[in-house]
């Protein structure tokens, strides 16, 4: 069962206490775990795909489950609280996206007579390379962008989830975007 959309987020302390009880023997609290955080986990999934192209066959839902499989699936994770669950979660967003980009693009170069439409493809791929080679310089920095950009969180937000302060959540952005429109060689992100 899917929690109401309209239902507001549960409280914080609630989601830290079921994340300490994560066991993958006991699907009662993997389930109400799910059912706490689908909500948070399908606005993450639909932050990533406005990235997308239009005609992407992953769906809002298609990614918010398959990040909450391979989520669940990590038995040595100590999930701090419910930002750090939700900052892992648009990390495997992503790395989901980037393979299914990849997938993509390798069955299509196996295709005979295939239009093909890569700008999408090609765009999301640059990011992720350039992020990881910013990653290696500022990890922080880094974080904040593939937050911002590919979680879709606000300034504010993101703060509140690495414990710092707006203003070194926007340094971090201006420090990010420019070191990107650099190794990508045009406009940042917004």
Not at 45 to 61: F, K, Q
Not at 105 to 123: C, H, I, N, Q, Y
Not at 166 to 177: E, I, M, N, Q, S
């Amino acid at each position: 069962m899917n929690p109401d959309p309209a239902d507001p987020p549960p409280p914080a302390t609630e989601v830290t206490q079921w994340l300490a009880q994560i066991d993958a023997s006991d699907p009662t609290v993997t389930t109400r775990l799910f059912e706490m955080l689908y909500n948070e986990l399908r606005r993450l999934a639909r932050s990533h795909l406005r990235r997308e192209d239009p005609g992407h066959t992953l769906s809002v839902t298609a990614l918010t489950h398959e990040a909450w499989f391979r989520l669940s699936a990590q038995t040595r994770t100590e999930w701090k609280n419910r930002g750090h669950f939700l900052a892992v979660a648009s990390t495997m967003m992503r790395r989901i996206l980037v393979n299914h980009a990849q997938a993509r693009r390798a069955a299509k170069r196996d295709a005979e007579f295939v239009a093909l439409t890569l700008s999408g493809l090609e765009e999301i791929g640059a990011v992720h390379e350039a992020l990881l080679a910013f990653e290696a310089i500022d990890a922080r920095a880094a974080k904040v962008v593939e937050l911002r950009y590919f979680g879709g969180l606000e300034i504010e937000e993101i703060a509140e989830l690495q414990g710092s302060s707006p203003a070194t959540v926007k340094r971090d952005w201006t420090l990010a975007r420019a070191w990107l429109r650099r190794e990508l060689g045009g406009p940042a992100a917004r």
